[in-house]
């Protein structure tokens, strides 16, 4: 599973596994008080992909399990991603983007408003699994969704256009998950296109990666975790799968090209949701608390 230039992954490798633990936690997210991510699409993946220890734990809800562990976290992260697209849907946006957008299923979940269009980019492989399941269930779309193929390392602006993307109207845009995937000149690219593709009036929220040095403690925190749990489930180690390599401040250089930047801390987000996390590993603690931001763009 270690990364390489140029590699691809399925829904039950490499990073494509991490999108599919991602719908096995909303799915147990249902069983947590209050439920966060409301996501009736989470099982369907989980079970369609047969990866059995996964499937197993959604299927019984075993809540001891490290599924369990990573729904108390994933829950409160949706709902902070839920939010901003309804604030920003709130304020006039009606094109939305999900950069690596995995399983996500807020197209069809979402209650947005009329004429508005949300564009998900993935790896080709991953669609294609999203769209087979998503069609077997008869899943309707409460947006236009338009989905784009493509890999984040090629010139994905050229496909969002292609596919009837706007870059005059403003945009919502979130980076859930995806940051910590990619190397330090990857994420910097990224956010040089995302700000050329970007109107004012545009939104963004963002889930940063570690800084050089931080990787070590992310990973030593999930083995802790795998530990505690009864699964005893083998989790992709982060060492293989993240990049914690030099990179602009993101915010700030946003915030020179005319975003207004908002720090978010989800540990207090959490509290507000009615769902305060209890003994979090303190890395996890740190990306809960350091890791999110927001942005609009005023000019």
């Known amino acids: 599973m270690v990364r390489t230039d140029g590699d691809t992954w399925d829904i039950v490798t490499s990073v494509g596994y991490t999108a599919l633990g991602v719908a096995a936690a909303r799915a147990l997210d249902a069983k947590l008080d209050p439920p966060l991510a409301h996501d009736d699409h989470a099982a369907a993946f989980v079970a369609a992909a047969g990866s059995p220890k996964l499937a197993a734990a959604v299927a019984t809800g075993d809540m001891t399990s490290s599924v369990a562990f990573n729904a108390q976290w994933v829950g409160v992260r949706t709902r902070f991603f839920d939010n901003f697209f309804a604030d920003a849907a709130g304020a006039g946006v009606r094109q939305q983007v999900i950069l690596a957008a995995g399983l996500d299923s807020r197209a069809y979940r979402l209650p947005w408003p009329a004429v508005t269009s949300v564009f998900e980019l993935d790896q080709p492989k991953v669609l294609q699994f999203k769209d087979e399941v998503l069609r077997r269930s008869g899943a309707q779309p409460s947006a236009q969704r338009v989905t784009v193929a493509i890999d984040l390392r090629d010139d994905w602006p050229s496909a969002l256009r292609a596919a009837g993307f706007d870059a005059n109207a403003p945009t919502g845009w979130i980076l859930e998950g995806l940051l ?103 890395a996890f603690e740190k990306l809960m608390g350091e890791k999110f931001f927001t942005a609009v763009r005023d000019r």
């Open 180 to 282: 910590p995937y990619l190397p330090g000149g990857a994420q910097d690219a990224l956010f040089e296109r995302l700000n050329e593709l970007s109107a004012p009036g545009s939104w963004v929220a963002a889930e940063l990666g570690p800084e050089p040095g931080e990787l070590d403690g992310f990973a030593a925190s999930m083995k802790t975790v795998m530990e505690r749990t009864s699964d005893g489930e083998a989790q992709p180690n982060l060492r293989d799968l993240w990049f914690d390599d030099p990179r602009v401040d993101t915010k700030s250089w946003l915030g020179e090209r005319g975003w207004t930047v908002t720090q978010v801390n989800l540990m207090d987000a959490a509290v507000s949701y009615g769902r305060p996390f209890h003994d979090l590993p303190q």
